[in-house]
């Protein structure tokens, strides 16, 4: 089945403590993309990568990080997390650039205390 | 700047009863547009999109929209709403001159359904 998986669904932790959040597609995209969902703010997006080892930074790419060393994996990574980062997380994916239509993930709700 | 509207944060309807949920966005050339839903506890799934063509697009579980280009719209409808049409729905556009795929969101509006 075509997917993106993202895991973990569920994560609290404290502030400071490095975490990674995975994000994997079975379907060979090209495109990748880490969105933040806020109430009232829609998505807004963290990074994204045009495919292996290119990555870009989106519209709020402070207090992250993201690499691309295989096509299919795409980890997002919270150095040092803070409450502000407490969010739900969305990985994306795409054939590639204009006109192919996004893949989500099931999201990862992160709560940083 | 450019930007995606989707003025109802809420929006109400009785089950059976016809949707039109409005998207307008700000850019001086026709960009691709897209409307995407998100069930409660998923990801958002791709609903329809507009390159070109036939302004009325039709998409996946009885939605179609239609790109109004003197009104910059992308409205979403549906003639007959049924329970499981309650999330949230995201319009979404990508200017043309963007060549790096950047999708711009709408703040999204929330379809509750009564009984």
């Known amino acids: 089945e075509a997917q993106v998986t993202q895991n973990p669904r569920y994560l609290i932790t404290v502030t400071g403590k490095k975490l990674t959040v995975t994000c994997s597609q079975n379907?060979?995209?090209?495109?990748m993309s880490w969105y933040r969902q806020d109430p009232g703010l829609g998505l807004r997006q963290i990074y994204y990568?045009?495919?292996?080892?290119?990555?870009d930074k989106g519209d709020v790419p402070e207090g992250y990080k993201v690499s691309r060393k295989e096509k299919r994996n795409f980890p997002l990574i919270l150095e040092s997390p803070s409450p502000n980062q407490t969010s739900l997380y969305f990985c994306?994916?795409?054939?590639?650039?204009?006109?192919?239509?996004?893949?989500f993930g099931n999201g990862t709700r992160l709560t940083v205390t | 700047a450019q930007s995606v509207t989707q003025p109802d944060i809420h929006i109400t309807v009785s089950e059976g009863a016809s949707l039109e949920l409005r998207c307008n966005y700000s850019?001086?050339?026709?960009?691709?547009l897209f409307w995407y839903v998100q069930s409660p506890g998923q990801g958002l799934q791709l609903l329809l999109k507009?390159?070109?063509?036939d302004t009325l697009v039709q998409g996946i579980k009885g939605f179609e929209a239609e790109f109004k280009r003197s009104q910059s719209s992308f409205n979403l409808r549906k003639p007959s709403v049924h329970w499981s049409d309650a999330a949230e729905y995201f319009c979404?556009?990508?200017?043309?001159?963007?060549?790096?795929?950047?999708?711009?969101w709408g703040a999204g509006t929330k379809l509750i359904i009564k009984p």
């Open positions: 994306a994916s795409s054939l590639s650039r204009q006109g192919s239509s996004l893949h």
């Open positions: 379907m060979n995209h090209e495109y």
């Open positions: 990568s045009m495919n292996v080892e290119v990555t």
């Open positions: 850019y001086g050339a026709t960009p691709y």
């Open positions: 507009y390159f070109s063509g």
């Open positions: 979404a556009v990508v200017p043309r001159v963007d060549s790096n795929y950047q999708l711009i």
